[in-house]
T-cell receptor
Framework: DTAVSQTPKYLVTQMGNDKSIKCEQN?????MYWYKQDSKKFLKIMFS???????INETVPNRFSPKSPDKAHLNLHINSLELGDSAVYFC????????????FGSGTQLSVL | GQQLNQSPQSMFIQEGEDVSMNCTSSSIFNTWLWYKQDPGEGPVLLIALYKAGELTSNGRLTAQFGITRKDSFLNISASIPSDVGIYFCAGQLWYNYGQNFVFGPGTRLSVLP
């Protein structure tokens, strides 16, 4: 049973396309996150949701739109993909907005050609 | 903004050797965390540190939260091949909306048989 699962694992697409990454957690956690890991492995937060409500929105282009239909799911939609969007995107969850232990998914490697 | 530095950037050791890596910051953090990332996977939490000066062990891993709350170290004793991966430190910060994390750039560990 995977605690935090995200799909797809790999995503290869052309510049200008729109794509989505899905994330689900079965841990019963209230808080979910999207992180971006660049080619140098640097991890940076993009968004955080607590019980379906957006609580963190770092300086991310408007082309990125997270959606949380319920607290177990946090999807990431990206419009008009650019070359610089190529990275590994990680979904994560924590028990609540104050619990320090993050549980990460296995990542989605996005390659924009 | 807050930034974490990790040293060394990478290290190659022989199986059975002990390993030590550091994380430093110019900012004070509430909590320090150490994560390990295996290739193709998401980071997994190894150790969480909550108090200045705290020394915590998890099997062959030992980590300490610096007295100034601006640094931490992680030691691995008697390294084995499965210790290979990237080790990230992360600092937790509190805001009125909840928590956020700053991740270091990672230490890449290679274990030679």
């Amino acid at each position: 049973d995977t605690a935090v699962s995200q799909t797809p694992k790999y995503l290869v697409t052309q510049m200008g396309n729109d794509k989505s990454i899905k994330c689900e957690q079965n841990l019963g956690h209230d808080t979910m996150y999207w992180y971006k890991q660049d080619s140098k492995k640097f991890l940076k937060i993009m968004f955080s949701y607590n019980n379906k409500e957006l609580i963190i929105n770092e300086t991310v282009p408007n082309r990125f739109s997270p959606k949380s239909p319920d607290k177990a799911h946090l999807n990431l939609h990206i419009n008009s993909l650019e070359l610089g969007d190529s990275a590994v995107y990680f979904c994560a969850s924590s028990l609540d907005r104050e619990n320090e232990k993050l549980f990460f998914g296995s990542g989605t490697q996005l390659s924009v050609l | 903004g807050q930034q974490l530095n990790q040293s060394p950037q990478s290290m190659f050791i022989q199986e059975g050797e002990d390993v030590s890596m550091n994380c430093t910051s110019s900012s004070i953090f509430n909590t320090w965390l150490w994560y390990k990332q295996d290739p193709g996977e998401g980071p997994v939490l190894l150790i969480a540190l909550y108090k200045a000066g705290e020394l915590t062990s998890n099997g062959r891993l030992t980590a300490q939260f610096g007295i100034t709350r601006k640094d931490s170290f992680l030691n691995i004793s008697a390294s084995i091949p499965s210790d290979v991966g990237i080790y990230f430190c992360a600092g937790q910060l509190w805001y009125n909306y909840g928590q956020n994390f700053v991740f270091g750039p990672g230490t890449r560990l290679s274990v030679l048989p």
